[in-house]
């Protein structure tokens, strides 16, 4: 069964009681949700194609969104979200539960998930090759994932990039893209099939929109993929595209610094880093027009696939 096998009222019935389980990737998330009646009607349209799990399947979070008790919950109203029973974050407005929501789903990921090797990275496949975006906030890696995504690639992650440790295999977690600022238009005027949720104007990250993530992309997260090509991005506004080869040294060391927890992971982080960069062509991506960038990177992966079919 998936999310959007339910009505509204059935999934709003679920949330405020004991729970829904879903699949995100390889995590399972109980999911509580008391909140303004826009969240039930958010989650419906944006992880429609996410799986319900079992009553009996183990839970690895269990999280919750809701509006304080008391005068708080009509005036100005808030919602605070629970990792179990602990409060990371300080409330935000009711109408930012959606937000709330996906930030606090991360923060769990990002402090529990160190099985694998957590690169602060987008990924998307195509014919088998995964290529990985790694990337500081702001450097344009969410809006190129969208853009690819919806040019025929597979997304695997757009935050977390999981590496299975001592491999270059990476582990799906299609999730929600957040989308900012001028990013949104973007991806509306690129894509008619783009499906997007509300705008959250001035957040500390700017005006956020969340994409849904392509049926495929979630339908197959259980299909792991290997890492081909590994490619800095940073859009620059009016630049010329540049598609430049990178020594191997310099990823190692620029993909060991996007690494959530390379320091928890120690030797085998350092191991799984530098079997990813030996097998991986590493490039270095200035864009400012987003077609331009899927269309020469979609001819790379191309010809590294036809490399690797004649080898």
């Not at 990002?110 to 014919?127: F, P, T």
Request: aromatic share 8%.
């Amino acid at each position: 069964m998936r999310i959007g096998d339910f009505s509204e009222q059935e999934l709003r019935e679920n949330l405020l009681g004991s729970g829904l389980k879903i699949h995100l990737g390889p995590f399972t998330t109980r999911i509580r949700a008391d909140g303004p009646p826009a969240i039930y009607r958010q989650i419906l349209q944006l992880n429609a194609d996410h799986r319900v799990a079992g009553a009996d399947a183990i839970a690895d979070f269990h999280v919750e969104v809701a509006s304080p008790r008391g005068v708080r919950r009509w005036l100005r109203p808030q919602v605070r979200f629970y990792d179990d029973q602990f409060v990371p974050f300080e409330p935000l407005p009711a109408f930012m539960a959606l937000a709330a929501l996906e930030w606090g789903i991360n923060w769990c990921i990002g402090n529990r998930a160190n099985q694998y090797l957590m690169l602060h990275a987008a990924v998307v496949e195509r014919d088998g090759l995964a290529a990985v975006f790694p990337a500081s906030p702001g450097h344009g890696k969410t809006t190129l994932c969208a853009g690819l995504m919806h040019s025929g690639w597979r997304l695997l992650s757009d935050e977390f990039g999981l590496v299975q440790p001592l491999t270059s295999t990476i582990v799906p977690l299609p999730r929600l893209l957040p989308l900012k600022n001028q990013s949104v238009d973007v991806i509306r005027a690129f894509s008619e099939d783009a499906v997007l949720g509300p705008t959250f104007p001035k957040t500390k990250k700017g005006d956020v929109a969340h994409l849904k993530p392509t049926t495929e992309s979630v339908h197959r997260s259980s299909e792991t993929a290997q890492a081909r090509l590994i490619v800095f991005p940073r859009w620059r506004l009016g630049a010329r595209l540049e598609l430049t080869p990178m020594l191997k040294s310099q990823a190692f060391l620029a993909l060991a610094t996007n690494a959530f927890n390379y320091e928890v992971l120690g030797e085998t982080a350092f191991r799984t880093v530098d079997q990813m960069v030996s097998s991986c062509d590493c490039y270095r991506l200035v864009y400012s027009n987003l077609s331009e960038a899927v269309a020469a990177l979609s001819e790379l992966a191309a010809k590294l696939g036809g490399e690797g079919g004649a080898q």
